[in-house]
């Protein structure tokens, strides 16, 4: 059976099974969450740590038959995406890959599910509290903060920049002029090149169309999500997927 072939019989399963993968608002939400360094959402993410069926449940997905192997190869992608999104998010390049190449280590090490499941667990938190401290180098002001998480939080609905101010309970104009002052962007900028570099990180990351993904954070047009992602990035959105779009290991090594 080819690659095309198995695709069809699988997609037709999860049809009669009604099982998905875990929608994609709320992936991002996780790792949006992470790179915030917001510990009380990361937490509620957490694995049950002494269950061997962790990664059995449909919203994983199956990359392996064999239970162990498909937790391997969970952990991996896992620490694979949310290194890069702390990279793009302020953590330096080289601490958070050779942290990356640490945690896989370790976790080549292990023998069971429960003990990647824990390690998993660390993972993720270890991360969200390196970027917390990242998060506190900047040493913004306590609105500024306050706006930087709440549009962090809301990517993906249709903010204005009075919604946040609102959110905050500030005057817009005034907390504008907080973003410039500290940020060196306006209060609209800033919301609008973090909606797209949110949306460059799925363009690298998954395969949804881009007419979806341009409608996800609130872009009126397809034509308006893509003038604004080229003048953000210097590249259209389809561009920039060719250029950096990256199949993980895991997918390469099976569909070899």
Not at 4 to 19: I, S
Not at 37 to 54: K, L
Not at 100 to 119: F, H, K, N, Y
Not at 150 to 161: D, N, P, R, W
């Amino acid at each position: 059976m080819n690659i095309e072939q198995e695709l069809h019989k699988h997609l037709f399963q999860q049809r009669e099974e009604q099982t998905q993968h875990l929608e994609y608002n709320l992936e991002f939400q996780f790792y949006n969450a992470v790179a915030s360094g917001d510990m009380e959402t990361v937490s509620r993410y957490c694995t049950a740590e002494q269950d061997e069926t962790v990664y059995d449940g449909t919203e994983y997905g199956r990359l392996s038959e064999n239970r162990l192997q498909n937790a391997r190869y969970h952990f991996v992608v896992a620490v694979a995406l949310i290194t890069r999104v702390c990279v793009e998010q302020g953590m330096e390049r080289e601490t958070a890959y050779t942290l990356s190449d640490i945690l896989i280590q370790r976790m080549d090490r292990l023998t069971t599910v429960p003990e990647i499941s824990a390690l998993h667990n660390a993972m993720i938190r270890d991360f969200t509290r390196r970027m917390q401290e990242v998060r506190r180098a900047h040493a913004y002001s306590i609105h500024v903060s306050k706006a930087i998480s709440y549009i962090s939080a809301h990517l993906h609905e249709k903010l204005t920049t009075q919604d946040i101010a609102d959110a905050i309970s500030l005057n817009r104009s005034y907390l504008s002029t907080l973003f410039r002052r500290e940020i060196g962007k306006t209060l609209h900028q800033y919301l609008l090149s973090a909606k797209l570099q949110s949306a460059a990180q799925l363009l690298t990351t998954s395969e949804i169309p881009l007419s979806e993904i341009g409608a996800y954070y609130g872009f009126a047009s397809q034509s308006h999500f893509i003038q604004c992602f080229q003048r953000e990035t210097g590249l259209t959105p389809m561009e920039y997927r060719r250029k950096f779009y990256q199949r993980s290991e895991v997918s390469d090594s099976k569909n070899g």
